[in-house]
Nanobody, 128 residues
Framework: QVQVVESGGGLVQAGGSLRLSCAASGRTFSSGAMAWFRQASGKERDFVAAIRWNNNSTSYADPVKGRFTVSADNAKNTAYLQMNSLKPEDTATYYC?????????????????????WGQGTQVTVSS
C-alpha cells in the first residue's frame, strides 16, 4: 500500500521561507513524477510544481517561478519544495501527489487526475 506523507508546513512572515517534504512509502518510484498542489480556503486545488523521477526535470506554475524550488532524493523516495520570498497569497493547504505514469510533456502533470497517490496536506500560512 502506497502512502504519501507531507511535512514542514507552518506559520511564517511575508518574505520568509519554508521547506516542505513529501515521503512516499510502499513502492519505489523510478518513473512518473511527484508534484505539489495547493488549495486556498474556498478555492480549487491548483498545480504548484512537479518533478520527474527519472531525470529530475521540473516545471512550475507561473505564480511561484523564481521563488519555489522542487527537488527529489530518489534513494529516499522523497521530494521537497523549498519556498522562498513567501507572500500572503501563498497561504494554502499544500498537497503532495505521486504517479508512475510517464508522459513526454509536463502538461499532463499539471492536472489532478494524473496522480494516483495523495498526501493528507500540510498548512502553510503567510502573515503580512
Amino acid at each position: 500500500q502506497v502512502q504519501v506523507v507531507e511535512s514542514g508546513g507552518g506559520l511564517v512572515q511575508a518574505g520568509g521561507s519554508l521547506r516542505l517534504s513529501c515521503a512516499a512509502s510502499g513502492r519505489t518510484f523510478s518513473s512518473g513524477a511527484m508534484a505539489w498542489f495547493r488549495q486556498a480556503s474556498g478555492k480549487e486545488r491548483d498545480f504548484v510544481a512537479a518533478i520527474r523521477w527519472n531525470n529530475n526535470s521540473t516545471s512550475y506554475a507561473d505564480p511561484v517561478k523564481g521563488r519555489f524550488t522542487v527537488s527529489a532524493d530518489n534513494a529516499k523516495n522523497t521530494a521537497y519544495l523549498q519556498m522562498n520570498s513567501l507572500k500572503p497569497e501563498d497561504t494554502a493547504t499544500y498537497y503532495c501527489a505521486a504517479t508512475e505514469k510517464t508522459y513526454y510533456t509536463f502538461t499532463y502533470y499539471y492536472t489532478l487526475r494524473t496522480y494516483d497517490y495523495w498526501g493528507q496536506g500540510t498548512q502553510v500560512t503567510v502573515s503580512s
